[in-house]
């Protein structure tokens, strides 16, 4: 999750601010807090999606793979596909088979 969000990067992280103009992108300071809601925009990491999402879709993949739900795995509306990437490492991890 550290990956997919940024943080791994700690201080070296910042957020995104987009705005319209010629300099269409401004960076500030990482902002933790922010990024747990999923309010800001990762400048290294893959996914835009808070870590309490993350949390959730890990729990959610978890409880599929201990109930044997068996189907398929989809993200819409993917930005840089952090979700999915974490997604399927947790599967990986729980369930290599699948």
Known sequence: KTFVSGRVFRNAELSVVPR??????RTIQFNEPKRD????????????????RLDNVHALLKDVIENKVIGDYIETGVWRGGSSVLAKAVLEVLDPNS
């Open 37 to 52: 809601g999923g309010n800001d925009w990762t400048f290294a990491g893959d996914t835009m999606t808070g870590q309490k």
């Open 20 to 25: 319209l103009g010629p300099n269409m992108l």
